[in-house]
């Protein structure tokens, strides 16, 4: 894999007709080291954010040793990349067949459960084996979040104290997770949530091992400018620390756009502007899915091969994609300058996180390479770490 030193490089030397995908390996290891130092608990790589094998190896080597998998293939390739990490599965609602070949085939012991019915598929799968970490999902709000996750999962909460106590009977390890929605935009949105955890447990008269406070920490992007996270790991040590849980009890959390969004971010070339709208040539097929469907906006930046500061005037563009659909349609507003044309090429930050792992080859269209920058990510929440130091090498090093 080639190295540059920032986007405007890859421009001049390639200018390129497909998208390019640029990597920044010291941007994913800053991140991982910062949550592996920080967060008062053991934290899980939620994968889905960004499956990239590469990336797996980074976040393994900056002290990330435990995975958050969904799916069986995100099992398979987790095991496969790393022997001896220790995943999770953590979705709800799996397969016996599922469950069996993660527990017998692949060392999986601990899975999430938000019904009576998923504990006895887990129990039936497993043979009953008495060496299970079971996390009990619970409802709370996503009234802090940027995107809810409170509707498809999560016992409900009449449900609550039955399924723990029934819960609490096959597992070795009894857990209680939830998710407060993805980019939490406040600490509050934990504290609001450990009190629905407070009242489970005293409700059950449970002994609870593990608490998995989920995802939801958030990262930057225009018009979304978060706490510091130390501020998040904070409030989540004290409302940990205060429930009514065995001095011995874990707490988790499952990180995944907070450690994958400044990994990568995409070149994209302007094919025709007709108006406030820009023809670029990936979409909301490709990587720009996010913005396309839940009207995210990403920072965006023309590229110079000058490298001088553009000081033309700012305007709002939206994007069509390069496919037939008119559903390829990124509302933005895009901020760029006033003067660009056909034929510019634009940088488009803060795709690590769903955007490499959502991309699809629709209408035949591809991505093109793949390529490390050695620059900092167009806006980052880890300014006070350094991106890499003596005792972790940079990725392009172990090529």
Request: hydrophobic share 40%; charged share 20%.
């Amino acid at each position: 894999m080639y190295s540059y030193p920032d986007a405007s490089s890859v421009v001049a030397a390639l200018r390129p007709d497909e998208s390019v995908t640029l990597i920044r390996p010291h941007a994913a290891q800053r991140a991982a080291r910062f949550f592996a130092e920080k967060f008062p608990g053991k934290s899980l790589y939620a994968v889905k954010a960004n499956p990239s094998p590469d990336l797996l190896q980074i976040l393994w080597e900056s002290g990330i040793t435990h995975f958050d998998v969904a799916s069986i293939g995100e099992v398979r390739l987790v095991r496969q990349v790393l022997p001896q990490a220790t995943l999770c599965f953590m979705h709800p609602v799996k397969s016996e067949r599922t469950i069996a070949e993660a527990y017998f085939q692949h060392g999986v012991r601990t899975f999430s459960l938000d019904t009576h019915e998923e504990l006895a598929k887990i129990a039936r799968a497993t043979k009953n084996a008495d060496d299970l970490e079971l996390c009990v999902r619970i409802r709370v709000s996503s009234e802090h979040a940027k995107l809810s996750l409170a509707a498809k999962f999560g016992a409900e909460p009449e449900d609550v104290a039955s399924l723990l106590m029934a819960t609490r009977q096959l597992a070795d390890g009894l857990g209680i997770c939830f998710h407060v929605g993805s980019q939490a935009m406040t600490p509050q949105a934990y504290a609001d949530a450990m009190e629905y955890v407070r009242a489970a447990i005293l409700e059950a008269s449970v002994t609870v091992d593990i608490v998995d406070i989920g995802g939801g920490f958030p990262s930057v992007y225009p018009g979304m400018e978060p706490p510091a996270l130390e501020s998040y790991f904070k409030i989540i040590d004290d409302t940990f620390e205060d429930l009514p849980i065995s001095y011995s009890a874990e707490l988790w959390c499952e990180p995944g756009r907070a450690i994958c969004a400044e990994y990568a971010s995409l070149i994209v070339k302007v094919e025709k502007r007709r108006g406030s709208e820009l023809y670029i040539n990936d979409g909301a097929y490709g990587a720009l899915f996010d913005a396309a469907h839940v009207a995210w906006r990403f920072p965006v930046e023309r590229l110079s091969e000058s490298q001088d500061t553009d000081t033309t005037d700012k305007t709002a563009f939206s994007f069509y994609g390069p496919t037939c659909d008119d559903l390829d349609h990124m509302a933005g507003p895009f901020l760029l300058p006033d003067n660009i044309a056909a034929d510019d090429y634009i940088e488009i930050g803060m795709l690590g996180a769903y955007g490499c792992a959502m991309r699809t080859g629709f209408n035949g269209i591809q991505t093109g390479e793949t390529v490390i920058v050695e620059d900092q990510p167009m806006a980052t929440l880890y300014d006070a770490m350094p991106a890499n130091d003596a005792n972790v090498l940079p990725f392009a090093a172990k090529a």
